[in-house]
């Protein structure tokens, strides 16, 4: 057996390879008695390590609409994930966890249902780096054909650029924070425990 390090995805596959290969992928017997099946393991596909990458690769070619696009889609997935876990960690039932985060706003997420599960309300400057993040983010998807004069330009493209780099600093700020509130600021020791890479 090599001792090299592992990317986090060969670390799952090769857990879940484990696990299938020395278990019945159907059902396990404990004493008789079934301990779980193939419903009880489910595996979620995470891209919140890949977005930050790909928003950096654009920011380096000056491409900050794209930059925008993949910070957002980010924070998308980092504002459900942490409304999940602690949702769930609240006793609120998955199902009606999952419902909540897919039915509510971005706005009434970052603001109503955070506060309403115990946690510190987020900073108004951290919102609204959110919100103008969003808003970029939505106006590229959502083109409106909005026009500006040619001398606006420059200022908006510098605006667009700002608002890029303010969603990088954004990503780090929002990690720690995710670190206190739900790895009680262990998540290096955790993943490194683990065998993951940070």
């Known amino acids: 057996m090599t001792s090299k390090k592992l990317t986090d995805e060969e670390a799952i596959n090769t857990a879940l390879l484990d696990f299938l290969r020395y278990t019945d992928a159907q059902v396990a017997t404990i004493e008789g008695q ?5 419903d009880d ?3 979620v596909t995470d891209h919140c390590d890949d977005l930050p990458k790909k928003a950096v690769c654009a920011m380096h070619a000056d491409e900050h609409w794209f930059a925008i696009l993949f910070y ?7 504002v459900n994930n942490v409304l999940m876990s602690l949702s769930v960690r609240s006793g609120v039932p998955e199902g009606a966890a999952v419902a909540l985060v897919r039915s509510c706003s971005f ?3 970052i603001k109503d249902v955070w506060t309403s599960l115990k946690a510190a309300p987020l900073g108004k400057a951290h919102i609204r780096m959110m919100t103008d993040l969003m808003e970029f ?3 590229f998807v959502h ?3 909005q026009s500006r004069s040619i001398s606006d330009k420059d200022a908006y493209d ?3 650029k700002e608002v890029a780099v303010s969603a990088q600093n954004l990503v780090t700020i929002l990690e720690e924070l995710e670190d206190q509130l739900l790895f009680s600021g262990r998540r290096k020791a955790l993943r490194a425990q683990l065998g993951l890479n940070e």
């Open 137 to 139: 983010r939505n106006g």
């Open 41 to 43: 393991v489910h595996v």
């Open 72 to 78: 957002a889609t980010w924070l998308e997935h980092w």
């Open 143 to 145: 083109y409106k054909w």
């Open 107 to 109: 706005h009434v997420k």
């Open 158 to 160: 510098q605006r667009v």
């Open 34 to 38: 079934t301990a779980w099946s193939d």
